[in-house]
């Protein structure tokens, strides 16, 4: 990633306000584009389309939402090895090999999230839904797009045409809007579901169709036992996605199952109480990743590879100064970008009252959503920081990091839930702020060692 925040600093360089924009629309996309474009496109469908969500559309949302959590829940840690192994394939300038293992992983995906996206609506009950086998058909070929989509992410940023990827995006958030009222008028709730789901199928082909027209794929099926090689070299890092990616929901599961309520007499629970909550508090750390992105990681990526080049040509004199600068760094990329986000989280959490009765149609509290603020601060400050151990080969450290995030977060939640404690968010709140101590003692012990496990190494 630190190498889109090199081209996206270019842009930045040629001044100007438009520069600014395709800066921070380019990085917006990048960080956050999947999820961002659904919240939005749910906010205008619910005022566009009203109409068509009179069946249920706390069941539109509900679908939704499980795809963005299970398929993040489900498929974490293969998102990290997948882009482990395209960074190695990319390194040693084998672009056409990575193209292939793409193809692989999209044909592994497609598999391993269609078949329980069919269990899931072979079991969903919804007899209140006019054209149910729309709908059902709708939700698994929405889960399996937002899966594939999450994959050709991580492989579409090495192109570098961020403008483009930006358009797509823009664009199939209007085709997920305009299909979802057109057909929301003739099938109602289920042909809202099948045009937004064309939205997402939109992106996902023209993104495919981007990467097609840049290069040509080796012969996939010859990236399968190096990839699968690769699950067993790193497995710290599966069980780091596993567990960050878990981590993150494991508090909104615990209370749809022991709090919310079932949508639709189906299997699906919401909480809305934490609901609203956590997409609007999600949205505000848009602006601090794309920071990260574009000055915290490329800042640290350049002392590091400093600090490579001095333990290959020089003395120990040095390799000691070079440590120490990128201690420096990595604590000065931390707190300039906690100022700058925790700036952004202080104004909106004085401004809660307002956020709730404007944005959030009086669900959820104030307590909730200034818990649930601060507990995306700290998230943000634990993803920085996991993502630079994993530029010094940290995975041990990282999945334990990881592991400290889920239970303490499933922990809290629980024991909140069993003494009935509304602090909802503090979970949430209190593994992010455990999580970031954690791993920011294993990045300062592992910066002062670095040299040393690198050599004895050879």
Not at 208 to 213: Q, S
Not at 414 to 428: D, H, R, T, W
């Amino acid at each position: 990633m630190a190498g889109i925040g090199f081209e996206l600093q270019k842009v930045l360089r040629k001044g100007g306000v438009s520069s600014v924009f395709k800066a921070a629309l380019a990085g917006i996309i990048i960080v956050a584009g999947p999820w961002l474009l659904s919240i939005i496109g749910i906010f205008f469908l619910y005022r566009a389309a009203a109409s068509a969500l009179l069946e249920g559309g706390s069941l539109f949302t509900a679908v939704i939402v499980y795809s963005y959590a299970f398929s993040l829940s489900l498929f974490g840690g293969i998102h990290y090895i997948f882009t482990r192994y395209i960074s190695d394939l990319i390194y040693i300038k084998k672009q056409r090999r990575a193209f292939g293992a793409l193809l692989l992983a999209i044909l592994g995906i497609m598999v391993l999230s269609g078949i329980p996206a069919v269990i899931a609506v072979l079991n969903m009950h919804i007899p209140t839904v006019a054209y149910p086998f729309m709908f059902k058909v709708s939700a698994v070929i929405l889960f399996i797009s937002i899966n594939l989509i999450w994959l050709v992410m991580i492989y579409i940023t090495l192109l570098k045409r961020y403008m483009v990827i930006s358009f797509i995006y823009l664009a199939g958030m209007a085709v997920s809007i305009f299909a979802a009222m057109f057909l929301g008028k003739h099938f109602f709730l289920s042909g809202a579901l099948a045009g937004f789901c064309t939205g997402q199928v939109f992106i996902l082909l023209s993104l495919l169709l981007l990467i097609f027209l840049s290069s040509s794929p080796a012969p996939f099926l010859r990236e399968l036992q190096p990839l699968l090689g690769y699950f067993g070299k790193y497995k710290f890092l599966l069980l780091t996605g596993i567990f960050y990616s878990t981590g993150i929901w494991i508090d909104k599961i615990v209370l749809w199952n022991l709090k919310g309520g079932s949508v639709y007499g189906t299997f699906i629970r919401l909480f809305a109480d934490y609901d609203m909550s956590v997409y609007l508090a999600n949205l505000t750390i848009i602006p601090g990743l794309v920071y990260f992105m574009i000055f915290s990681e490329s800042n640290y990526f350049v002392s590091l590879k400093r600090l490579l080049l001095q333990m290959s040509t020089s003395n120990l004199s040095n390799i000691a100064g070079s440590k120490h600068s990128l201690l420096k760094t990595v604590k000065t990329s931390i707190t300039e970008e906690a100022l700058f986000q925790g700036t952004i989280t202080f104004v909106l959490i004085i401004l809660a009252p307002v956020l709730k009765n404007t944005l959030m149609n009086g669900v959820s509290t104030v307590l909730t959503l200034r818990i649930t603020l601060g507990a995306l601060f700290f998230n943000l400050l634990f993803l920085t920081t996991l993502t630079f151990l994993f530029y010094i080969e940290k995975y041990k450290e990282t999945f334990i990091a990881a592991l400290l995030f889920f239970s303490v977060n499933f922990g809290v939640t629980l024991y909140g839930v069993s003494v009935n404690i509304p602090y909802y968010g503090a979970g949430y709140l209190a593994a992010g702020a455990g999580g970031t101590v954690c791993a920011l003692v294993f990045l300062y012990r592992g910066i002062l060692t670095f040299d040393q496990k690198l050599f004895s190494q050879f």
